[in-house]
């Protein structure tokens, strides 16, 4: 089952597509991950991105750990536009 409202508290960032992403960590374990496209959300407001584990497939072993992970992850493939591709 997944969160269906957005936690107060969670982090807002605009896209480098200009869209509106909301994401948190779960303040309990296992400490997932879950957010939200908020300009164009699923139907039943469900997160397009739930990891209740590390990529690995370890369980977060604290918050920070989940939280640090998540920064980085928006920060690299939601907010950072992509390099661009060298011509051929």
Request: hydrophobic share 35%; net charge negative; proline share 14%.
């Amino acid at each position: 089952m997944y969160p269906t409202e957005i936690p107060s508290g969670a982090k807002t960032v605009t896209t480098h597509e200009g869209w509106t992403l909301s994401y948190s960590v779960d303040t309990t374990a296992p400490f997932a991950i879950n957010a939200w496209n908020v300009t164009s959300p699923y139907p039943t407001n469900e997160p397009f991105w739930h990891q209740p584990h590390d990529l690995d497939g370890s369980e977060w072993t604290d918050e920070a750990t989940a939280q640090a992970f998540a920064d980085k992850w928006v920060d690299d493939n939601f907010v950072t536009p992509p390099a661009p591709t060298p011509a051929p």
